[in-house]
């Protein structure tokens, strides 16, 4: 399969708010990404996307062949794949679901012509197979074919939401990996974000932040982050006991605070989001990403620190009590633009509150 180790930058691309948190890596570069994340899990790591296509089946049998060839020969191999997904027979199945998702892997133009044959459809009426197997190759193919825009709203025109969530729920390890990185990918498009916010895919996403693989793990905090973009999904993370799970997931051992800060720094905009991060001892553990994090981790960090400063004077005497000003006011002064923000504003708005002696 292809690397999953590259992180994600988290990014609010729909902007509807200044303060949400900003990514791991990057959501500009979403489809990128997305490839990265995409197949071959068969072998477990992934690698990066490359141009040759060495060590994956050729469609075409020679490399001379010119691109009508080349479309040509997908169509007929995809027309056999379709007649073999509708089969009733387990085998059929298996064998067709795992080439379609190697094919989705390999290039644009497969996408599109799986899509245009209807193999979306299929696939999403498989996400309900017994077959674990099945299951699981038409979750990844889907994955794989979410990599086009086109195919993301085709995905959820095909009613895969609900489906994606019963592999969440019922589907091997990699299966539930591949549906939560599916749902990552759809929720690029922002009004996916109320969908599968209301679908009631957040408590299976929570579930796999606890019991997941280490890589299921990272999927679910990538979705998480993703649907708490939007106000209304930030009260179903919180109620869902997500803030536990992330302040846990904050273990530098773990490589994961970068996307427990992110989703995190969202969840701190909302008034029982801040009270779950103090609950869970999670101010503590955001001063320190301020002190030791990454440049991102920090941003975010600090970020989380601010909306919980400026809403609580008992907050904010938590954080002075943890240490905070000093590695704030190296980050005002070395960090990202928006960290060094960040930083100063909450420096300023200690002074504040020193001169106005609301704080001891």
Known sequence: ??????????????????????????????????????????????????????????????SSMDAQ?????????????????RSDFIEGQRSATSEIRLLAKH?????????N??????????????DAKIQENAVTA????????????????????????????????????????TLSSLLVIKENKVRVG???????????LVSGTPQGKKDAAIALFYLSILHENKGRIVQADAVKQLVKLMDPALGMT??????????????????AIWETRGIRALVEVVELGSPRGKENAAAALLQLCTNSNRYCSLVLKEGAVPPLATLSQSGTPRAREK????ISYFRSLRHGNSLS
């Not at 209301?198 to 796999?208: E, F």
């Not at 930083?343 to 909450?346: D, F, I, R, S």
């Open 1 to 62: 399969r292809l690397n999953k180790d590259v992180f994600y930058d988290f990014e609010a691309s729909d902007n509807d708010r200044d303060d949400e948190a900003m990514g791991i890596d990057d959501l500009s570069a979403i489809e990128n990404q997305v490839c990265k994340l995409s197949d071959v899990r068969m072998r477990g790591q992934f690698v990066r996307r490359q141009t040759s296509d060495r060590g994956f089946p050729r469609i075409t049998s020679s």
């Open 69 to 85: 060839g080349d479309l040509s020969a997908i169509e007929n191999q995809v027309h056999k794949l379709i007649d073999d997904l």
């Open 107 to 115: 290039n644009m133009e497969s996408r599109i012509v799986l899509a």
């Open 117 to 130: 044959c209807g193999a979306i459809n299929l696939l999403v009426g498989l996400l309900h197979s017994p």
């Open 142 to 181: 889907l994955l794989n074919l979410s990599i086009s825009d086109n195919n993301r709203i085709a995905i959820v025109n095909a009613d895969a939401v609900d489906p994606l969530i019963h592999v969440l729920e019922t589907g091997n390890p990699e299966a539930k990996e591949n549906s939560a990185a």
């Open 198 to 208: 209301r679908s009631g895919a957040v408590k299976p996403l929570v579930d796999l």
């Open 258 to 275: 970068d996307k427990a800060v992110a989703v995190l720094a969202n969840l701190a905009m909302i008034p029982e989001g801040r009270t």
């Open 343 to 346: 930083a100063q504003a909450l």
